[in-house]
């Protein structure tokens, strides 16, 4: 069984950084991307970014484009999420799961974790 477990949310001011992390633990995840997503309230979870957890390769969406950074440690089996120049509109759970589909159909593969709160005050 897969487990998620994300860390390193906060309140953070308009224009601050922080930096999250998912760790996963359950099976081999050397031939899957990994992802992030988000969920504000009154929203459905939107898509954030992605990353092919042995080639590197990286996706983002428009909105964080320039300002966040994944990355990935694959002896920790730990993904990252570096957000910076942060804006109210980014106020969300993130969460992380392994990632399937592209576009519009991407989603996540294993159940949810508990995600990590994210806060930007204006």
């Known amino acids: 069984q897969v487990q998620l477990v994300e860390s390193g949310g906060g309140l953070v001011q308009a224009g601050g950084s922080l930096r999250l992390s998912c760790t996963a633990s359950?099976?081999?995840?050397?031939?899957?991307?990994m992802g992030w997503f988000r969920q504000a309230p009154g929203k459905e979870r939107e898509f954030v970014a992605h990353?092919?957890?042995?080639?590197?390769?990286?996706y983002y969406v428009d909105s964080v484009k320039g300002r966040f950074t994944i990355s990935r440690d694959s002896a920790k089996n730990t993904v990252y999420l570096q957000m910076n120049s942060l804006k109210p509109e980014d106020t969300a759970v993130y969460y992380c799961?392994?990632?399937?589909?592209?576009?519009?159909?991407?989603?996540?593969?294993?159940?949810w974790g508990q995600g990590t709160q994210v806060t930007v005050s204006s």
């Open positions: 799961n392994v990632v399937s589909g592209s576009g519009a159909t991407i989603t996540g593969v294993h159940s």
């Open positions: 990353i092919a957890w042995s080639a590197g390769s990286i």
């Open positions: 359950g099976r081999t995840f050397s031939s899957y991307r």
